[in-house]
């Protein structure tokens, strides 16, 4: 009986990583997305929108947040970011920061985007440039991204999200050969409780 457990085990073990396409990491910025699992598509009114969904960038007041994690205790491993969601003539716009790592490897991004709401639909756009630079003679390399998202409600305290990243399908610019950034899509919807629950 127990083999039989360990074997199914194993089996269940090994499809799911077999499964995996791809792993990424640092792809969603902020407390409140990382508490949520990275569960941000349709999460209304996000300070962090612009890293996740741009069309859930906060549309209420000029918001700024700053958001830093080091992870494991290494200083080599610490992500640090800000964000600035401002509210102007016709509809929102955000501007994001964005790190990690050292000079051995490093990630920088720089985000900019733009929210418009019409009859309850939320749709949003982001512009991002993504650097990567690997330490010595490694070079770097910089690429120039879009993303699109949209929101709506469906109910008082239901709503659905989608997001499009990296429709352009930019790749880094290394002096060697090129590497494409990953594209992603996501669905999802929200359900907000009740103030008395």
Do not use: C
């Not at 360990?6 to 499964?19: A, G, K, T």
């Not at 792809?27 to 699992?37: D, E, M, N, Q, Y």
């Not at 996000?46 to 992870?71: C, M």
């Not at 509809?91 to 019409?118: P, Q």
């Amino acid at each position: 009986m127990i083999q039989r457990f360990e074997l199914l085990w194993v089996l269940s073990f090994l499809s799911v990583l077999l499964s995996i396409s791809d792993a990424l990491g640092q792809v969603i910025i902020g407390a409140k997305s990382v508490a949520l699992g990275n569960a941000t598509t349709a999460l209304y009114e996000d300070t962090w929108g612009l890293f996740s969904n741009p069309a859930t960038i906060s549309s209420d007041e000029y918001k700024v947040g700053f958001y830093g994690l080091r992870n494991y205790g290494f200083p080599e491993l610490t992500d640090v970011s800000s964000i600035i969601n401002v509210p102007i003539t016709v509809g929102d716009a955000a501007l994001g920061f964005y790190r990690f790592g050292d000079d051995l490897y490093s990630e920088t991004n720089f985000n900019v985007g733009y929210k418009y709401e019409f009859n309850g639909i939320h749709a949003g756009v982001s512009l991002q440039y993504r650097h990567l630079s690997l330490g010595g003679d490694y070079g770097s390399g910089g690429a120039l991204n879009l993303s699109l998202g949209v929101l709506s409600q469906l109910s008082r305290s239901v709503w659905l999200g989608a997001k499009l990243r990296n429709i352009n399908r930019a790749k880094y610019n290394f002096e060697f050969n090129d590497e494409e950034l990953p594209q992603d899509m996501s669905i999802g919807l929200m359900y907000k409780l009740e103030e008395k629950a």
